[in-house]
């Protein structure tokens, strides 16, 4: 297993602005993705964040609106950028631990945008 | 394309009853499917995998290849059973999932 945490745990931000949200893992993981859920929506996956290289982004993300960085194996941001009142969602960083596909989520950063 | 379905978003049962939670899934290949919750006020967390072939907190979940399904049942609901549901499949490559859209379940005391 591994414990996640993220920062903030919530935000209220302003349209127009950019944050970035932390997602820190007590251990070394090799592969770590980030979410987005929308109000009464399911879980869509952003993009994974790859160690040493680009993240690898989801059809209808990019990079210039989501950038991420993985710094090392257990460290990774995604900034929301030049945000709209349609950021306004919980977004989740997740962690693959265990066996394939186990992944195991942090506890979420909830973004308004005015 | 690698999608799930999971047609009703609440679910109402008393407590004692059986519940039963619909998964379809569209997959080319074999897929590996999952069940995750999150409880009240708690992160979302792995409760089962179909390759396990487990019982976890009383819910199994068998994978139908001929109709396409996983669907999640546990024959007599408690209380701590309230919460939201989501089926999973794996995404080509990379061990990426993609997500249905969750069902909310409320046992009623």
């Known amino acids: 297993s591994a414990v996640i945490s993220q920062k903030p745990s919530r935000d209220i931000c302003q349209r127009g602005t950019s944050l970035t949200i932390q997602c820190q893992v007590d251990?070394?993981?090799?592969?770590m993705f980030w979410y987005r859920q929308q109000p009464g929506q399911s879980l869509t996956l952003i993009a994974t964040?790859?160690?040493?290289?680009?993240?690898?982004?989801e059809s209808g993300f990019v990079i210039d609106k989501f950038p991420i960085s993985r710094p090392n194996l257990t460290f990774s941001t995604l900034t929301v950028s030049n945000m709209s009142p349609e950021d306004s969602s919980i977004y989740l960083c997740?962690?693959?631990?265990?066996?394939?596909?186990?992944?195991?989520f942090g506890p979420g950063t909830r973004l308004t945008v005015t | 394309a690698q999608r799930v379905t999971q047609p009703e978003k609440l679910l109402s049962v008393f407590k004692g009853a059986p519940v039963e939670l619909k998964c379809n899934y569209s997959?080319?290949?074999?897929?590996?499917l999952f069940w995750y919750v999150q409880y009240s006020r708690q992160r979302l967390q792995l409760l089962l995998r179909?390759?396990s072939r487990e019982s976890i907190k009383g819910f199994t979940a068998d994978l139908n290849k001929g109709e396409t399904s996983f669907h999640l049942k546990k024959p007599f609901a408690q209380e701590e059973d309230s919460a939201m549901y989501y089926c999973?499949?794996?995404?080509?490559?990379?061990?990426?999932?993609?997500f249905g859209k969750g069902n909310q379940v409320v046992v009623i005391p």
């Open positions: 251990s070394q993981v090799t592969m």
């Open positions: 179909h390759i």
């Open positions: 997959y080319s290949g074999s897929p590996e």
């Open positions: 964040a790859n160690q040493g290289s680009e993240a690898t982004y």
């Open positions: 999973a499949l794996p995404l080509y490559g990379n061990n990426r999932l993609a």
């Open positions: 997740s962690v693959l631990a265990g066996g394939d596909y186990e992944q195991y």
